[in-house]
Nanobody, 119 residues
Framework: QAQLVESGGGLVQAGGSLRLSCAASGSTFSINDMGWYRQAPGKERELVAFITRGGSTRYADSMKGRFTISREHAKNTVTVYLQMNSLKPEDTAVYYC???????????WGQGTQVTVSS
């Protein structure tokens, strides 16, 4: 089992920046990809970005050039970051961190963190 704890959400004006963090502990050896989804009110959850254990990244088209995902390994934890720049009101959502196992048969989820961008 792995546990994910998110931090870093909040309220920001359009054009501003925020950095989200997600710390994974527990069975981190079982984790390959880590990333972020988001869900806005009345909309389906959508993939924002992910990063593999080897450092390869992928972004949703609307986030390319504005968001940067990175990953840091420590002895017993793995932390994934999402640097969000040039934020827009349409980026307002609850952001969920996830970690997927090597076998791709399970995703661990964070508790979600609210990001609100005012116009």
């Amino acid at each position: 089992q792995a546990q994910l704890v998110e931090s870093g959400g909040g309220l920001v004006q359009a054009g501003g920046s925020l950095r989200l963090s997600c710390a994974a502990s527990g069975s981190t050896f079982s984790i390959n990809d880590m990333g972020w989804y988001r869900q806005a009110p009345g909309k389906e959850r959508e993939l924002v970005a992910f990063i593999t254990r080897g450092g390869s990244t992928r972004y949703a088209d609307s986030m390319k050039g504005r968001f940067t995902i990175s990953r840091e390994h420590a002895k017993n934890t793995v932390t994934v970051y999402l640097q969000m720049n040039s934020l827009k009101p349409e980026d307002t959502a609850v952001y969920y961190c996830y970690a997927e196992t090597w076998s791709r048969d399970h995703k661990y989820w964070g508790q979600g963190t609210q990001v609100t961008v005012s116009s």
